[in-house]
């Protein structure tokens, strides 16, 4: 299968668009549809929270905070931001919203447009299994582009080299934010509360978000050769393989992008179609979530 369609189309969503481009705002149209995305996903989880703790109370009056867009605000940037912070502050790198604030102003700006939208419907198989298709490629551009930037540019080398670095900043990156509102309840309808975050809970690690993020970008960086432990690593899969010819070559990183954003769509569309009911039915799958 060709990946030049999908190489494309990647070209066309990180190009400028109007009217940002006017001033020389650089935003493209796959981070609206990252941020308008995910603030959906929030608002529908808020609400989803705000049910189930209403039924929990029964007759009894629920006790409920008035929620605010600060805080509604507030928990889309620590989901974006919070596991950058983190790395960024362990790599001793500036991280992108302190020397930015574009990235900050899009998605403050998608959650005043999602929280202003009168209703949102439901999550649902024939709303989520087409959208597992645009997560994939949304995820594949952090996991792939934005993640291992900071890393192999390191001034220092050892760290430029490390590939546990590399898969331990993927997994805080892309999983840091929602630990960090899981554990304070930003999403629950009460006030903040310190609980165990979902990541840690039973069975928590086998989230297909949570153990993604490092594959993906462990599978981005040996298809580059991002790293020189990647590339002896190729090569040793390559001759374990049969292949005894010439050294084996990185792949372009677009075509490895495409990749990885096909292998995420598949898996987030395996994970959506389990969730609700089209692959398998409950039984051993029942311990073994699909998350």
Same mark, same amino acid.
């Given at each position: 299968m060709s990946l030049q369609p999908f190489i494309t189309l990647y070209r066309y969503a990180l190009e400028p668009i109007a009217p940002f481009s006017w001033f020389g705002i650089?935003?493209?149209?796959?981070?609206?549809?990252?941020?308008?995305r995910l603030c959906t996903i929030l608002r529908q989880?808020?609400?989803?929270?705000?049910? *189930?703790?209403?039924?929990?109370?029964g007759d009894k009056p629920a006790l409920v905070e008035e929620r605010s867009f600060l805080r509604d605000a507030c928990t889309s940037l620590t989901? *974006?931001?919070?596991?950058?912070?983190?790395?960024?502050?362990?790599l001793a790198v500036p991280p992108s919203f302190v020397l930015s604030g574009v990235s900050p102003g899009v998605y403050i700006a998608a959650q005043a447009i999602v929280e202003y939208i009168p209703v949102i419907p439901s999550m649902s198989l024939s709303t989520e299994l087409p959208l597992s298709v645009v997560d994939g490629f949304t995820r594949a551009l952090l996991l792939c582009s934005l993640t291992p930037k900071p890393v192999i540019t390191h001034a220092s080398p050892i760290i430029a080299s490390s590939p546990w670095t590399l898969l331990l900043s993927s997994l805080v990156i892309a999983n840091g934010g929602f630990f960090i509102t899981s554990m304070f309840s930003f999403l629950e309808p009460t006030p903040l509360t310190l609980t165990t975050p979902a990541a840690i809970k039973p069975y928590g690690w086998t989230a297909t978000d949570l153990w993604c993020a490092p594959f993906i970008t462990g599978l981005y960086a040996l298809l580059t050769h991002a790293q020189p432990f990647w590339a002896e690593l190729h090569s040793v899969i390559s001759t374990v393989l049969g292949n005894t010819g010439d050294k084996v070559g990185p792949m372009d990183p677009e075509a490895a992008r495409a990749l990885c954003a096909l292998i995420l769509a598949g898996m987030f569309s395996t994970r959506t179609a389990k969730n609700y009911g089209l692959v398998w039915k409950r039984s051993v799958a029942e311990k073994i979530k699909i998350q």
């Open positions: 650089n935003v493209c149209s796959i981070e609206l549809v990252a941020a308008l989880t808020k609400e989803d929270l705000y049910a *189930k703790h209403q039924r929990r109370s989901i *974006k931001f919070g596991g950058e912070a983190v790395i960024s502050s362990l």
